[in-house]
């Protein structure tokens, strides 16, 4: 089973982290790709209503990083199908985000993606970048 990891920042600051191995069992990475960005809408919707509650102003979409290329394309390209039934709530949820324009879905090469502390066992230099990266943002990985 895959392991979902995500950090959500407000300010450029690491506001929440969360790292679950997933429910399902899915053979291709694109599947646990677009549950763990279905998680992450889920949870920044979330976010996005508690501040509202509060309320704090928030104007324009929140901006999502994957490290999929394949899941990216899938969910921002609207002539995009999905061949794979079981994920059609992930897909069709991620759609909707996208389509109420609170998320905007973007790609990031995977070496460079800070939530990979969370989901993979990595060498030393590697985890000393990323949470260099993740704890000074302006600082730039080795």
Known sequence: RSQTGLIIYMNKAPVFW???RQNTHESSTFGSEFIALKTAIDQIEAIRYK????????DGAT????????VVKNTTHSESTL????LSIAYHR????????????????????????LTKLLAGPRMRALLRQLFYWNKPID
Do not use: Q, T
Request: contains cysteine.
């Open 83 to 86: 061949r794979r039934k079981h």
């Open 63 to 70: 901006s999502i990083i994957c490290d999929n290329e394949s």
């Open 18 to 20: 969360f790292s679950k």
């Open 51 to 58: 501040l509202r509650m509060f309320g704090i102003p928030l």
């Open 94 to 117: 991620c759609r909707e985000a996208l389509a109420a324009g609170y998320v905007r879905v973007a790609w990031e090469l995977g070496k460079f993606n800070p939530a990979d502390i």
